[in-house]
C-alpha cells in the first residue's frame, strides 16, 4: 500500500493551460505539504496544511491554489502554467509532533512546453 | 532566509568504500535529518537527530549531530550499488511541532562504481 500517493507521474502540457496534481496520504498524518525540486534537485517547501488549514505558503505564485478538501487529501491546481514551472512537484506528509520526519510521495514531472 | 551547505556536491566511489558527506549552516537547528532520494522517487527518510552531540546508526549508516549544533554528519561504511542516490540533509527549528519549516540542503549525489 502507497503511504502518500500521488498523480499523474508524469504531466507534459502547454503553456497557458490550468493543470491538477492530486495527492492522498493514508498515514493518517494531519498535515499535509506540496514540495517543488527544480532541475538542480533544490527542494523547497511550497505550501503546508494542518487539518485542512493553510499553515505555511511560502513566496508562490498565486497561478498556484492548493486545495484540501479533507486532511488525507491535499491537491495542487496550477493556472496558466510557464515554461519556468517546469519540475518535479512533491507531495508530503507528517503528524503534527513529526519533528521533521516527512513522507515524501514519489513525484509529479511536470513538463511545460 | 536560512540555509543549509552540503559537501561534497557528488562523489564516485568504488563498492566497498566508506563514505562521509557533512552539512552546515549558519543557523542553529534544533533537528537535523538526513533523507535519501532514489532516481524517479520521493526522499525517504534515513536517520533523524535531536540533540547535540548524538550520534545515530541505522545499519550501515551512522549519523552525527553536530555540538555547535550548526552541523551534521553523515557516514556510510561498505558501500553497495543501492546506495546510490541523492542524500539531503535537512533541519527544523522547532522540534515540538511540524508547523515549523524543514529546510533541505541542496544534496549530495553518491555513485558507486561495482
Known amino acids: 500500500d502507497t503511504a502518500v500517493s500521488q498523480t499523474p507521474k508524469y504531466l507534459v502540457t502547454q503553456m497557458g493551460n490550468d493543470k491538477s496534481i492530486k495527492c492522498e496520504q493514508n498515514?493518517?498524518?494531519?498535515?499535509m505539504y506540496w514540495y517543488k525540486q527544480d532541475s538542480k534537485k533544490f527542494l523547497k517547501i511550497m505550501f503546508s496544511?494542518?487539518?485542512?488549514?493553510?499553515?505555511i505558503n511560502e513566496t508562490v505564485p498565486n497561478r498556484f491554489s492548493p486545495k484540501s478538501p479533507d486532511k488525507a487529501h491535499l491537491n495542487l491546481h496550477i493556472n496558466s502554467l510557464e515554461l519556468g514551472d517546469s519540475a518535479v512537484y512533491f507531495c508530503?506528509?507528517?503528524?503534527?509532533?513529526?519533528?521533521?520526519?516527512?513522507?515524501f510521495g514519489s513525484g509529479t514531472r511536470l513538463t511545460v512546453v | 532566509g536560512q540555509q543549509l551547505n552540503q559537501s561534497p556536491q557528488s562523489m564516485f566511489i568504488q563498492e566497498g568504500e566508506d563514505v562521509s558527506m557533512n552539512c552546515t549552516s549558519s543557523?542553529?537547528?534544533?533537528?537535523w535529518l538526513w533523507y535519501k532520494q532514489d532516481p524517479g522517487e520521493g526522499p525517504v527518510l534515513l536517520i533523524a537527530?535531536?540533540?547535540?552531540?548524538e550520534l545515530t546508526s541505522n545499519g550501515r549508516l551512522t549519523a552525527q549531530f553536530g555540538i555547535t549544533r550548526k552541523d551534521s554528519f553523515l557516514n556510510i561504511s561498505a558501500s553497495i550499488p543501492s546506495d546510490v542516490g541523492i542524500y539531503f540533509c535537512?533541519?527544523?527549528?522547532?522540534?515540538?511541532?511540524?508547523?515549523?519549516?524543514?529546510?533541505f540542503g541542496p544534496g549530495t549525489s553518491l555513485s558507486v562504481i561495482p
Open positions: 537527530l535531536y540533540k547535540a552531540g
Open positions: 496544511y494542518n487539518n485542512k488549514e493553510l499553515i
Open positions: 508530503a506528509s507528517s503528524q503534527v509532533n513529526a519533528q521533521g520526519q516527512v513522507s
Open positions: 543557523s542553529i537547528f534544533n533537528t
Open positions: 498515514l493518517g498524518h494531519d498535515t
Open positions: 535537512a533541519g527544523s527549528k522547532n522540534a515540538k511541532t511540524s508547523y515549523d519549516k524543514v529546510i
